[in-house]
């Protein structure tokens, strides 16, 4: 048996096998280059929920509202993106390129209380916006109690 001394005052690339290695792996990995393009693959959205509607806003900027489509099948509302790129010949070579959406599908699910039927949707100022109505049985009612 081996016993290999620890300790956890040591820097991590200097307490592997191979240091060399793992500034490698550090590079690799820890690289914007990668975590951004991870990050941007789909768009933000923010969920809200008003007293008579939920909102769904999807930060989608460069986009026309031609581009978009939306669906519903039964309680899922898909929201997708499809675009070809074009290669014009250009006299700038990109070092890093980050905005660019090609494609992407992003689904919510619909709670039983929307009314799927008055969904309404625009785009404006890059920003995808879909106000979702409640049902008038889901909406919040608020009443005053009389105290006896």
């Not at 550090?26 to 008579?52: C, L, Q, W, Y």
């Not at 039964?74 to 997708?80: A, E, G, V």
């Not at 905005?99 to 799927?116: G, H, I, K, M």
């Amino acid at each position: 048996m081996t016993l290999v001394k620890f300790n956890p005052n040591l820097n991590n690339k200097k307490a592997g096998l191979m240091p060399g290695l793992n500034d490698v792996f550090d590079s690799i990995f820890n690289d914007t280059f990668f975590s951004d393009r991870m990050m941007s693959r789909v768009p933000a959205a923010n969920i809200s929920e008003s007293k008579d509607h939920y909102h769904v806003e999807l930060a989608a900027p460069g986009l026309k509202k031609e581009d978009f489509k939306l669906s519903l099948e039964r309680d899922l509302l898909n929201i997708s993106v499809e675009q070809t790129s074009q290669n014009e010949a250009t006299e700038r070579n990109f070092k890093k390129r980050e905005f660019s959406y090609n494609s992407f599908v992003r689904s919510f699910t619909l709670p039983d209380s929307a009314d799927e039927n008055g969904i309404e949707a625009k785009y404006e100022n890059g920003v995808l916006c879909i106000n979702i109505p409640k049902r008038e049985e889901a909406k919040v009612q608020s009443r005053q109690i009389e105290i006896k």
